[in-house]
């Protein structure tokens, strides 16, 4: 068995996961309870203290952290939602606490990719770009069977990449920020009678049930995000050489609304040689992609 474990900025989630890729427990904390009650090494140690006690079976412990690690991947760099953790030799402090077990430690995105790998309906797929769509955007890359985390080990942080509104992706594309992108055009005369005025909260979710009753600004708003998706990628696969991309994240449910304009400008810029065999589909991991792939990252070390 092993004990994965998924590093977010509001919660933390444990599970025990079977080489299979089974998820036969698992169990949710508030990040913040850690931050502000012992301290979030101390927590998670103690928590999985209490794993590995009721489950001995565990041998290794993989986890997945939202932000900059190491190069030899045993300490974590930089933490954006997570602040107190710089600088942590996290895999060192583990190991002196539980010798007998075998820790790793990965980028979410990246481990999000591991997961869809070994576990995911895309498994047989050996090349791939997952790019996670979400609060922030991230991406792993699986190439020739191996993940790929570049020179320094904090490659591929594609949420970073310039658009041509001047701004990064992750900026425009990102949850909150894609909401604030529908307000600023609600207010426009143009979608005056859009239905979404009528909507108290908005949410990926809530656009894209718009969308699909024909709401023209819900629409628009999808379009826009396709396109600003799609010409990042455009400079994704040149780089990486990859022609099979996999999207996941929380805005992925809105997939078949921005597809068109996705694909639209892919077909625009990139020639024939990437797009004549290219595949463009849906993550398949959904809610425990991250849990699974930091799993994963214990079948990579096995």
Known sequence: MILGIDVGGTSVKF???TPEGEIKHSTRFMTADWVNGLGFVESMKKEIGEYLKKYPIVK????????LLSLDRTKVVFLPNIPSIKNVPIVEILRSEFPQIHFKIENDAKCAALGEYYFGSNKRMSTFLLLALGTGVGAGVIMNGKLFIGGRGNGTEVGHMLTTTGDTLENRVGINHMID??????????????????????????????????????????????????????????????????LGGGISGAFDYFMPNLKKEMMKYLPPYYTDEMYIGKATLENDAGLLGAAGLIMEAI
């Open 15 to 17: 599970g025990l996961v």
């Open 60 to 67: 290794g412990v993989g986890i997945g952290w939202p932000g």
């Open 181 to 246: 992108y529908t307000k600023s055009q609600m207010a426009l005369a143009t979608y005056a009678t859009s239905s979404l005025h009528g909507e108290k909260v908005l949410s990926p979710k809530v656009i894209a049930d718009h969308a699909s009753k024909g709401d023209a600004l819900a629409i628009a708003v999808w379009g826009h995000i396709g396109t600003l998706i799609g010409e990042s990628l455009v400079s994704m696969v040149r780089v990486l050489d990859i022609n099979n991309i996999l």
